[in-house]
């Protein structure tokens, strides 16, 4: 079965609760409805339903019913956070890019750039995020800055020596 673990959200990680049954992608339909939603399925991840084992059909509908049950869960979940979730994975990639040996310059600054877009973009969207993420964004770009100016200087003075 799938573990997603957490959703991040600005309050802080949600536990994704997985000892909840989940429902059926398609309550309402028989045995052979079912069977045939479940090769659809199959073939759709590049699976052959007729060549598995009654327990590898068991692993796969459970994952499936898993994956529908996260879908519904993250589909009831306001924009505002899941846009603001994937924005601090963004500062995360961009701070990551910075810190490598060499610091990735163009890289993080492609990710910050989209940081920037997405928030202008998503204007008041973000709702009560949004001046939380402008804040993120211009840490990004300070700290952007000073990895440049520190590299800069360092190669400044490795040149008078």
Known sequence: MVDVGSLWTPEGERPVDTSRPAA??????????????????????????????????????????????????????????????????????????????????????????AFRAVIDSAGDELGEHQQMLRDTLGQAQMVFVQVKESLDAAAGTAGAG
């Open 24 to 113: 059926s992608a398609d309550a309402d339909a028989d045995g052979a409805g079912e069977e045939a939603a479940l090769a659809m399925a199959a073939q759709a991840i590049g699976l052959d339903l007729s060549t598995m084992s009654p327990e590898e059909r068991e692993q796969l509908r459970a994952e499936l019913a898993e994956m529908t049950r996260v879908r519904a869960q993250v589909a009831a979940t306001p924009v505002s956070e899941v846009l603001t979730s994937h924005l601090m994975r963004f500062f995360d990639l961009a701070l990551i890019y910075l810190d490598a040996t060499p610091p990735k310059f163009h890289e993080a600054a492609v990710v910050i750039e």
